[in-house]
Nanobody, 115 residues
Framework: QVQLVESGGGLVQPGGSLRLSCAAP????????MSWYRQAPGKQRELVAR???????TYADSVKGRFTISRGSARNTVTLEMNSLRPEDTAVYYC?????????WGQGTQVIVSS
């Protein structure tokens, strides 16, 4: 089963920053949109940020101005820069990559924002 490799989660105090990274297999030659989702305990998974192949990224209202999604110089990577973190940002974060129209998900990385 194809896996995306995520890294960068952890425990951070409110107001702090974290950077999440996700790498798709180098064999992926048809990568389209790359996205980050999150799922908090007892809640549905929600879209946090999406970076299409061209054009501007889109963000959930709750993270606008605080989070930034970007593709890496290696075309198969995507990062999520998270600043001014809040306790309500606590969740498991998943990256999703579309390759030739099929969705591929990362295993999830835990982010906990707490003092």
């Amino acid at each position: 089963q194809v896996q995306l490799v995520e890294s960068g989660g952890g425990l951070v105090q409110p107001g702090g920053s974290l950077r999440l990274s996700c790498a798709a297999p180098r064999s992926f030659h048809g990568i389209g949109a790359m996205s980050w989702y999150r799922q908090a305990p007892g809640k549905q998974r929600e879209l946090v940020a999406r970076q299409p192949t061209s054009g501007s990224a889109t963000y959930a209202d709750s993270v606008k101005g605080r989070f930034t999604i970007s593709r890496g110089s290696a075309r198969n990577t995507v990062t999520l820069e998270m600043n001014s973190l809040r306790p309500e940002d606590t969740a498991v974060y998943y990256c999703k990559v579309v390759n030739w129209g099929d969705d591929y998900w990362g295993q999830g990385t835990q982010v906990i924002v707490s003092s």
